[in-house]
């Protein structure tokens, strides 16, 4: 087993996960909870410097949202000289590091790599099957990728699925076994998930960042939500303020549409789809909003930033899940006339490197 690599200075801790060193899906478990919050910090500290990119007067704060555990999992299986495995890559490689369960996970997916074991041996022949698991409020949606299974084999899966309780099995999207419609509530709101939707990690994580994002557009008279997928945001938003939710995924839009349609008591949801990479909103289209919140992929929101830098808005809440692209807009930001009035990180990766940033721009 290969040892993990401790960022130099910081103090060492017990790993509890027996697969730690071998298996790539954690990278932190060695570090006790002071010393991976100081090195994130230091890490989204030294993206920000690397643009010039001033922090606030107040710092960095450091908010702990691991809660039960990750609520989406992504676990591959492979077959070697015969032998099924499945688990996550192993660590600094793209071999299978096989594992039987993930205790970060939250209890209902804990025995997740069991499962899709089961699947991978009833679905036949396949040179690479991914599996991306998410657990709801009705149960766990399954989606497979790298299949092509024969009627029979079908046939086989739905019936694992069902042994196995699972609320959806999809494979690529498309549906093969529906038990119930995979729910997660966002405020009062209940969406119906589409296959393979964007979550944030943890439920703790989705709602400290809702915390944030409201209090930011506190008193405010509307507010546009970009990149807003299934409306983690704008649906909690609208319990108080009318919204515009725009995102570049159909099926994203639809659940958002009809979940603020079947929720009593909410503001007006305005929904679009529109990809904002290649059509950001303009300075004179936010005329219409006096607050934005953005949450792009990992790439970050170049084009938006630009528009929103030379915006006439309140506010910006800017979330971000990669600090060298949330520093390359900040500084865009920065540049059009804002300055960073917040800075938090809501870490619901608490055993890897990754970051979730919540930023307050204002003028």
């Known amino acids: ?17 027996p697969h730690y060193g071998n298996c790539g899906g954690c990278q932190l478990q060695h570090l006790s909870d002071d010393a991976a ?24 704060a450091y908010v702990p949202a691991e809660g039960e555990g990750r609520r989406r999992l992504t676990l591959h299986a492979r077959r070697d000289h015969g032998t099924l495995l499945v688990g996550y890559m192993a660590a600094r490689s793209h071999r299978i590091a096989a594992i039987d369960s993930c205790p970060v996970a939250v209890p209902a997916l804990r025995q997740a790599p ?16 991914d599996a991306q698991l998410t ?32 609320a959806r099995l999809t494979l690529d999207g498309e549906l093969l076994a529906l038990r119930r419609q995979p729910v997660v509530m966002m405020g009062r709101a209940a969406v119906a998930l589409p296959s393979r939707s964007f979550l ?22 509307r507010v546009a939500d970009l990149f807003c997928g299934v409306g983690p945001f704008a649906l909690r938003l609208a319990e108080t303020v009318p919204v515009l939710a725009q995102d570049a995924d159909a099926e994203s839009i639809s659940a958002l549409r009809q979940a603020a349609a079947g929720t009593p008591g909410l503001k007006p949801v305005t929904t679009e789809t529109r ?14 909003v006096d607050a934005v919140v953005f949450d792009p992929p990992r790439q970050g929101a170049e084009a938006q930033a630009r528009a929103l830098a030379m915006s006439r808005l309140r506010r910006i809440l800017a ?27 809501v870490d619901q990766f608490r055993w890897t490197t990754h970051l979730e940033i919540a930023a307050l721009f204002s003028r």
């Open 275 to 288: 990809d904002l990479f290649r059509h950001p909103l303009s300075p004179q289209e936010l005329r219409a």
């Open 319 to 345: 979330i971000s899940c990669d600090a060298r692209t949330f520093a390359r807009d900040a500084a865009i930001l920065q540049e059009g006339g804002w300055q960073l009035a917040s800075l938090t990180i």
């Open 114 to 129: 069991a499962v899709v074991a089961a699947l991978a041996s009833a679905a036949g022949r396949f040179k690479a099957l």
């Open 200 to 221: 944030q990690a943890t439920a703790e994580g989705e709602v400290e960042l809702a915390r944030l994002v409201g209090a930011a557009c506190d008193g405010v008279r």
């Open 1 to 17: 087993m290969s040892a993990p690599i401790l960022p130099a200075g910081l103090a060492g801790a017990a790993p509890f996960c």
């Open 37 to 60: 919050r100081g090195w994130k910090i230091a890490r989204l500290e030294q993206a920000l410097l690397a643009r010039a990119v001033p922090l606030p007067a107040d710092g960095i």
């Open 135 to 166: 657990a709801s409020a009705t149960g766990i949606d399954c989606d497979l990728r790298g299949l092509d299974p024969a009627p029979e084999q079908r046939a086989a899966l739905a019936a694992i699925a069902a042994e196995h309780d699972l």
